[in-house]
């Protein structure tokens, strides 16, 4: 069994929906949670700390061990509170899962700067903010497990969601770079792009509409808890990763690279060029995921010296 005894978690946005799911899924097997909340609306308007302490009573209550926090990510200081919460009442810092988030549906020709700003600064300000001062307690460590929520909206597309989709894809490349610099020190990285029914759904979908094409069920909040447990825990070792929960589907997302068009070295390619080669640089068959930036470099190098002898 997955356990987290004598470990310690934070979760943000774990006042409601899938947030509450993964903080109660952890408390159950034996984590110390910080239930991070400040009890917004789904837009990002107002505060309740209730929301977060009816988790906690809700943990408590069933044997577990957690805090409150009611802090918001969206700032420097919100984010190292977060943290502090964990180190002042438990000492250490093993998991963070960073779930906090807002939600609205805007045309894009609609959005405002303000609008396309509040969003990044939750999901993506926010995930930076937490996660920094999160790093260097799991440094010191030499250990640590993160867990951002992403989104298909973001790795995909969605409409109306260009400000979410960005924040949300954003968080790929947080966790990308996480995973590489976390490696020497025991820190994994990894993102979760998940379908569950909660107040976020509700604001694209009728919920009646979604009972009525049987997928109300289907999309049910705590299919998404198993692999967000155990991307946070002690039994994983991958890292650099993103993987999508769906209708009880788990499966890796990645972004590949295709072997593409390699014109000879002494030719420099015109658009011309692109354009009668255009099949072969669109091609995704055969292609790689290179691990880093470097990888992708080091590839054509080898490419380039193979047609040149060298």
Known sequence: MIDFKGQVA????AGRGLGRLY?????????????????GSMHGDGADPTVADEVV???VAAGGVAVASYDSVDSPEGGAAIVQTAMEHFGRLDAVISNAGIFNSIAFEEMTPAQWRQMLA??????????????????????????????????????LEAHYGAAKAGLVGLSNVLALEGA????LSNTVLPFG?????????????????????LIG?????????????????????????CAGRYARVFVGLG???????????????????????????????????YEELFSVVGRLRSLTGT
Not at 10 to 13: F, L, P
Not at 23 to 39: C, I, K, P, Q
Not at 128 to 152: I, T
């Open 221 to 245: 909040p705590e299919k998404v808890v198993p692999i967000v447990t155990y991307l946070a825990s002690r039994a994983c070792e991958s890292s650099h990763e993103n993987y999508s929960a």
């Open 259 to 293: 072997e593409g068009w390699l014109p000879d070295p002494e030719t420099t390619a015109t658009a011309d060029d692109i354009a009668a080669n255009f099949p072969v640089v669109s091609a995704t068959d055969p292609f790689t995921v290179p691990g880093n930036i």
């Open 122 to 159: 939750v999901h993506l300000d926010g995930g930076f903010y937490l996660s920094q001062p999160a790093f260097k307690v799991m440094k010191e460590q030499g250990y640590g497990r993160f867990v951002f929520v992403s989104s298909s909206g973001g790795m995909f597309g969605q409409h």
């Open 57 to 59: 009573n809700e943990i």
């Open 23 to 39: 903080a109660m899924d952890l408390a159950t097997r034996g984590a110390s949670v910080v239930v991070n909340d400040l009890g």
């Open 184 to 187: 020497d020190h025991g820190i």
């Open 10 to 13: 934070i979760v943000t946005g």
């Open 197 to 217: 029914f909660s107040r976020m759904v509700t604001e694209t979908v009728d919920p009646v509409t979604l009972e009525n094409l049987g997928l109300l069920e």
